[in-house]
């Protein structure tokens, strides 16, 4: 792994605080999107274990868009 892929991922602490901020939006918008809270919350954890999964490929700052990226494509 570069150094540069190192600065740029997520550590634990970061990723809470990303899940903190975004969790409720993201669900929101599955359960708009399927008008069922259960699967948007399970979808909203499923889109937040890709991001965990793919963290060292991600840029920070596009963080938000990418999550409802993966949300709209679950």
Do not use: C
């Amino acid at each position: 792994m570069s150094t540069e892929a190192s600065q740029n991922s997520l550590d634990g602490q970061a990723f809470k605080t990303l899940f903190d901020t975004y969790f409720k939006g993201i669900r929101n918008f599955l359960y708009y999107k399927s008008g069922n809270m259960e699967l948007a919350e399970d979808l909203t954890q499923d889109a937040f274990m890709i991001l965990w999964k793919k963290k060292d490929q991600i840029d920070p700052s596009k963080v938000k868009s990418y999550l409802y990226t993966i949300a709209h494509n679950l």
